[in-house]
């Protein structure tokens, strides 16, 4: 079951350029996620929302913003990135935040390939 | 703090065989969770298995059971009777509250 939906799924872009990373939840959930994924690195969290509201800011360089417009919807808006930003960069659902039993529900991912 | 320790970079195991993947977790928090997710080469974060702190009994979902040695704080994955689909990436995970943190996986090859 794939209730989190991610576009494009992949993306080449310059570094001058802007471009957004767009994720929906089609699960009801209140709580979204931004994680970037680089080759032979963990998981890093960039950024949390719960009810549209940022909770969590992993000290993330400010050329990625995100704006989180409700509930159901995600984005990720990128601009001037370097070469070291390409990565898999994976968006995450769960029902709420806190709570042991919150399980994230990940999107497919968008490839993103700086030049 | 909270860490996820999975020792094995990659594993190989033979179609039909049964193969444990291994994990470890350091937190202070009595109450926390126990996640396992699964990413194929196509990149989706595939969650398989959950076990809570509490639990009595190690969790099963399919294929799929969950060793809970809380004293040992390990929560290995097992995996039955391998299929040529299960060659992927896998991740253990932990919560406690808001803090979500991911190991650093084990890639699992299937061989026909």
């Known amino acids: 079951e794939t209730g989190v939906t991610q576009t494009p799924r992949h993306l080449v872009m310059g570094m001058t350029n802007k471009k957004s990373l767009k994720c929906e939840q089609h699960?009801?959930?209140?709580?979204m996620y931004w994680y970037k994924q680089s080759a032979k690195k963990p998981l890093e969290l960039m950024f949390v929302y719960n009810f549209k509201e940022q909770t969590e800011n992993n000290s993330v360089p400010s050329r990625f913003s995100p704006e989180c417009p409700n509930s159901s919807h995600l984005f990720l808006h990128l601009h001037t990135l370097q070469p070291e930003d390409s990565a898999l960069y994976l968006c995450?659902?769960?029902?709420?935040?806190?709570?042991?039993?919150?399980?994230?529900?990940f999107g497919p991912g968008t490839r993103l390939l700086v030049l | 703090a909270q860490k996820i320790t999975q020792t094995q970079p990659g594993m190989f195991v033979q179609e039909k065989e049964a193969v444990t993947l291994d994990c470890t977790y350091d937190?202070?928090?009595?109450?926390?969770?126990l996640f396992w997710y699964k990413q194929p080469s196509s990149g989706e974060m595939i969650f398989l298995i959950y076990q809570g702190s509490y639990d009595q009994q190690n969790a099963t979902e399919g294929r799929y059971s969950l060793n809970f040695q809380k004293a040992r704080k390990s929560a290995n994955l097992v995996i039955s009777a391998s299929q040529l689909g299960d060659s992927a990436m896998y991740f253990c995970a932990m919560t406690s509250g808001q803090n979500f943190v991911f190991g650093p996986g084990t890639r699992l090859s299937v061989l026909p």
């Open positions: 995450a659902s769960s029902l709420g935040l806190a709570g042991v039993k919150e399980t994230q529900y």
């Open positions: 937190t202070s928090d009595p109450s926390y969770g």
């Open positions: 699960l009801g959930h209140n709580a």
